[in-house]
């Protein structure tokens, strides 16, 4: 059984492999966001997981300013 920062690490790790290999002019990138509760309200769990993946892309926009 996989946790999601295992599955998190490898998607980033494949997505390096593909860019260093690849000859476009741009690169391919994800913002991930994982939010795991005891809470059944499938609302609710979306809204937090989709904070989280716009933090995650926050942070990338300023490491690439």
Not at 1 to 15: E, F, G, M, Q, Y
Not at 30 to 43: C, N, R
């Amino acid at each position: 059984r996989c946790d999601a920062s295992t599955v998190i690490s490898s998607i980033r790790s494949r997505l390096a492999k593909y860019n260093s290999m690849s000859e476009k002019p741009y690169e391919v990138s994800v913002s991930i966001g994982v939010y795991t509760s005891s809470e059944t309200e499938f609302s609710l769990m979306l809204q937090e997981a989709d904070k989280i993946m716009y933090e995650d892309k926050k942070t990338k926009k300023y490491r690439r300013a």
